[in-house]
């Protein structure tokens, strides 16, 4: 009955945010004179460019950027910066995206479009899906559902046939509340948050399985909505 897999990109498949906090800190400091400080790039975990740019607007009044030209600095500044760190993929990633391949498939994130294209080739021939939306794409970033629903639109299916993957908290509310079954993932909660909203919680991606699903939607059944 689940026929679709929704998927959070940073935390979720990949873990790449301390690279775009230390890309967006050099972006700042080096085009715009702005030294930021470490709870502004503490603030990047978890949370999507939205709230990335209004925390820093509200903190550096002299920010003179838009959201899109700080989130394309930050982008280029990344590129930089991964070719010195690289990347981690999140435990399970590779094997989930072999095993879901095939079927319809989304990112629904709050990095941006351009960050996610540099990461997905990391991931392998299996990152293929047929929607990503991301922080520029929705008015309303998580825990709204907007991101979560103009992907169900794109891939043609409705909120009991899809499944959500996620790791904080603004994710799992925002799957919750486009009424879709959500998983979250220990592995990448770097940021501490409270995934108990979940419909189930799972160490690695390693322990969502077929069988996992399956027993998801016995569980819980379809039409789960705010079940």
């Given amino acids: 009955m689940i026929r679709g897999f929704l998927f959070d990109f940073d935390g979720t498949l990949v873990d790449s945010e301390r690279e775009s906090a230390e890309a967006m800190a050099r972006a700042l400091e080096r085009e715009h004179g702005i030294a930021i400080e470490q709870r502004d790039r503490d603030f990047i ?4 460019w939205v709230a990335i740019y209004d925390n820093l607007r509200a903190r550096y009044p002299q920010l003179a950027w838009t959201r899109d030209e700080l989130i394309a600095r930050t982008a280029a500044m990344r590129e930089h910066v991964i070719a010195e760190r690289g990347v981690t993929i999140m435990p ?15 990112i629904i994130t709050g990095s941006s479009r351009a960050e996610v294209r540099q990461l997905l080739p990391l991931l392998g021939p299996d990152a293929v899906f047929e929607a990503i939306v991301a922080a520029e794409d929705v008015p309303r970033s998580k825990p709204h559902p907007d991101g979560y629903q103009a992907a169900m639109t794109a891939i043609g299916l409705p909120p009991e046939a899809c499944l959500i993957v996620e790791d904080s908290v603004n994710g799992i509310a925002a799957g919750r509340a486009a009424g879709c079954l959500v998983v979250a993932v220990r592995a990448g909660n770097f940021g501490g948050w409270d995934q108990s909203g979940a419909h189930l919680v799972i160490d690695t991606l390693d322990e969502l399985t077929p069988s996992l699903v399956d027993q998801l939607v016995r569980d819980y059944g379809l039409g789960v909505g705010d079940s």
């Fill in 45 to 48: 975990i978890g949370r999507s």
């Fill in 92 to 106: 399970g990633a590779h094997g989930v995206l072999a095993w879901t391949r095939g079927r319809p498939r989304a």
